[in-house]
């Protein structure tokens, strides 16, 4: 309602009430409405207030959803590398080597040098856990042994290395590590 409104319709409320016999002081009358506009804009605060913290849950959700749309994007492209990866791996730790070999060889390590350079740029890192404490969420125990100088289940050796994507502060395990894990005797 705008102020000629608002105007008009005092002058239409003050003289149906002269008409009516009860007739209201012009201080009243205003401090009514001056009320009732406090009412509204109160009513306007609150109904902004609730669109303002509707629209940030709209852009927290939408960010969210990038994040998890990009990593799951990442975790596609990525997987379907690995297995290319790993041979290309088995090649370079080929230890019988001719001479007429090597330079081959050598050039694999390049490109796979190139490939782990690519993939830290897309937040994605190759981890070898020798020797580090067995995480099952990151790791899959291939094989075991018990033994004397196991104090906890720790990793001996690593089959095949597993690959964790980092954002931010969470890591989230794209391939687990393929181990064996070394385990106290039983009776320890």
Do not use: C
């Not at 990038?66 to 790993?86: C, G, M, Q, W, Y």
């Amino acid at each position: 309602m705008n102020q000629e409104e608002t105007v008009a319709s005092a002058d239409n409320n003050l003289e149906s009430e002269k008409a009516n016999g009860k007739e209201e002081s012009l201080e009243e009358k205003l401090s009514k409405e001056l009320e009732a506009s406090k009412k509204e804009i109160e009513s306007l605060k609150d109904s902004w207030a609730r669109e303002r913290a509707e629209f940030q849950n709209y852009k927290r959700r939408s960010a969210q959803e990038f994040a998890h749309v990009k990593r799951e994007a990442i975790k596609s492209i990525v997987a379907n590398f690995l297995t290319p990866i790993d041979n290309l791996e088995r090649v370079e730790a080929t230890t019988n080597v001719t001479d007429e070999l090597k330079p081959f060889v050598e050039g694999v390590g390049m490109i796979l040098k190139e490939f782990y350079s690519v993939l830290e740029r897309a937040s994605v890192y190759r981890f070898q856990p020798v020797g580090l404490p067995f995480d099952p969420t990151t790791m899959e125990a291939i094989s075991s042994e018990e033994g004397e100088k196991y104090k906890e289940e720790t990793v001996v050796e690593v089959y095949q290395a597993g690959y964790l994507i980092k954002e931010n502060d969470e890591t989230f395990s794209l391939r687990p590590a393929r181990v064996r894990v070394g385990r106290p005797k039983a009776g320890n």
